[in-house]
């Protein structure tokens, strides 16, 4: 399957990923407010630190690896019984350790039926697979399943959650939008792979696992331990204030690495075949596609974040404004670190040095958690987010240069923020006009994008958007056919 068919598919699937979780943040956010909301967000928070643990870093591999055998029938099978036998392994040992924690220690006893059910979630997180159809190009299965399950999910929300007592119901919903999903991979892997049980070598895969634990173990930390800590240090007051600005921000980064996930298969398939012009290439179009959409959410998000948060979530949370705006350029840096970590570091073999960026990272926002949060509990927890996702990115753009000879073209990053400035007159006189904060965000989002297209398209004759809206053109118009880019 094309590229070009891939990135769709995937973008349904990351649409279906955001749409849901900010149509059901808006409806669940005013029925059961900040601090249920801020409860379960730290339950989820909490029981995610433990799946970092059971994937004990096999999604990072496997997406690799398996690209790189995917033609080789044998091998294919061989690697895949290997690396999914591991996850079972990891799995029912965390599980264990999850248990014991909660079960031996009293501060869980007042929500225990919902860690319990968090502990379901964490035991399956073996056939969390996505990591294995991303390797074989699978995303048309994955934006399938996705719009179903959140689709039910979504009415089931509607349905039975309707007052702040509904806080349970509302996370079993939440829960079932995942093991839904999991429990689909499953019933869908048996047409795609043999399982090997004998001749199997699992410990050849352990050094690069533990190297890829450690990197995904310090990722998760610094973007999760800012809901822990500040549901410890502050309240779930604070963390329903900080989640919601956070969660804005957030939802919209999947898009913005929609097409480095696309990409990562043909990458790595290009490095082992040594096909260094069409890596350029692959490059080149993931850096333009972070300018050219990253750059001007991240202005938007800036500019209208009490409009957008008081539209989606209620008077309620407009005291996380001031999160917000800190955390905006966060699809910016998270957008960069995934295209110098996981499409070339990672890709390349030096998961040690991305490994290094994270654990800097995991550090700075640690240190900068502990401070701030006494202080000026969310907002803190803000800067420690952003400051943490910058010095993942500058290492492992450090790392990138320093050992890979790829140049990337900065001048588009430049201009693509030049562009963006144009926003703030809007911003004013739209806030100076209108009292509607609906109504101002409905009319900023198409105005600011009409602004920077023209002034890219038009003026700056930006190349790389006129071949994507070329590649929109030719991929309606040939519903059968393959561009290859």
């Known amino acids: 399957m094309s590229i070009q068919k891939n990135l769709f598919h995937n973008i349904i699937f990351l649409l279906s990923n955001i749409l849901f979780p900010l149509v059901s943040f808006s409806y669940a956010s005013r029925i059961i407010g900040p601090e249920g909301y801020g409860k379960i967000q730290f339950i989820i928070g909490f029981t995610h630190y433990f799946i970092i643990f059971a994937a004990f870093g096999v999604p990072i591999l496997g997406v690799r690896e398996i690209a790189k055998v995917r033609h080789q029938k044998d091998k294919f099978n061989t690697l895949f019984s290997e690396l999914f036998f591991i996850n079972i392994i990891s799995s029912i040992l965390i599980t264990s350790i999850y248990f014991g924690v909660i079960f031996t220690f009293n501060w869980f006893k007042e929500d225990l039926d919902l860690y319990i059910i968090a502990g379901v979630y964490l035991f399956s997180s073996f056939s969390i697979l996505e990591w294995f159809f991303n390797g074989v190009e699978q995303f048309k299965f994955l934006s399938i399943r996705s719009v179903i399950i959140k689709s039910i999910a979504f009415i089931s929300l509607v349905l039975f959650v309707k007052t702040k007592q509904d806080i349970f119901i509302y996370f079993l919903i939440t829960i079932f939008s995942i093991l839904g999903n999991n429990i689909w991979n499953l019933i869908r892997l048996h047409k795609l792979v043999s399982l090997r049980f004998t001749n199997l070598n699992l410990k050849q895969h352990l050094p690069v696992l533990f190297t890829l634990f450690g990197t995904s173990l310090s990722i998760s930390i610094y973007t999760i331990v800012d809901t822990v800590l500040l549901g410890f240090l502050a309240g779930d007051k604070s963390v329903g204030l900080y989640t919601a600005a956070v969660r804005i921000n957030k939802l919209l980064i999947p898009?913005?690495?929609?097409?480095?996930?696309?990409?990562?298969?043909?990458?790595?398939?290009?490095?082992?075949?040594?096909?260094?012009?069409?890596?350029?290439?692959?490059?080149?179009?993931?850096?333009?596609?972070?300018?050219?959409?990253?750059?001007?959410?991240?202005?938007?998000?800036?500019?209208?974040?009490?409009?957008?948060?008081?539209?989606?979530?209620?008077?309620?949370?407009?005291?996380?404004?001031?999160?917000?705006?800190?955390?905006?350029?966060?699809?910016?840096?998270?957008?960069?670190?995934?295209?110098?970590?996981?499409?070339?570091?990672?890709?390349?073999?030096?998961?040690?040095?991305?490994?290094?960026?994270?654990?800097?990272?995991?550090?700075?926002?640690?240190?900068?958690?502990?401070?701030?949060?006494?202080?000026?509990?969310?907002?803190?927890?803000?800067?420690?987010?952003?400051?943490?996702?910058?010095?993942?990115?500058?290492?492992?753009?450090?790392?990138?240069?320093?050992?890979?000879?790829?140049?990337?073209?900065?001048?588009?990053?430049?201009?693509?923020?030049?562009?963006?400035?144009?926003?703030?007159?809007?911003?004013?006189?739209?806030?100076?006009?209108?009292?509607?904060?609906?109504?101002?965000?409905?009319?900023?989002?198409?105005?600011?994008?009409?602004?920077?297209?023209?002034v890219q398209v038009f003026i700056l004759k930006n190349i790389h958007i006129l071949e994507f809206i070329q590649y929109l053109k030719n991929y309606i118009l040939k519903k059968n056919g393959q561009i290859s880019v």
């Open 255 to 454: 898009m913005i690495i929609a097409l480095g996930t696309v990409l990562i298969p043909r990458i790595a398939q290009y490095i082992e075949n040594k096909e260094k012009h069409q890596l350029k290439v692959m490059i080149d179009t993931s850096f333009s596609f972070i300018c050219i959409l990253g750059i001007p959410i991240a202005f938007g998000l800036f500019l209208f974040s009490q409009e957008i948060l008081i539209s989606l979530s209620g008077s309620e949370f407009q005291n996380a404004s001031g999160s917000m705006q800190i955390t905006a350029p966060l699809i910016i840096l998270i957008g960069l670190a995934h295209l110098f970590g996981f499409q070339l570091l990672i890709p390349f073999g030096l998961e040690k040095k991305y490994f290094m960026a994270t654990l800097w990272g995991m550090t700075i926002s640690i240190i900068l958690n502990i401070i701030l949060i006494p202080q000026i509990k969310d907002l803190g927890t803000a800067i420690a987010t952003l400051s943490g996702e910058f010095v993942v990115m500058f290492l492992s753009l450090y790392f990138v240069n320093k050992h890979l000879e790829i140049k990337f073209p900065w001048k588009m990053f430049f201009n693509s923020i030049a562009t963006c400035i144009l926003f703030i007159p809007i911003a004013f006189t739209l806030k100076y006009l209108l009292e509607n904060p609906l109504i101002i965000v409905i009319i900023a989002v198409p105005m600011c994008a009409f602004v920077f297209f023209f």
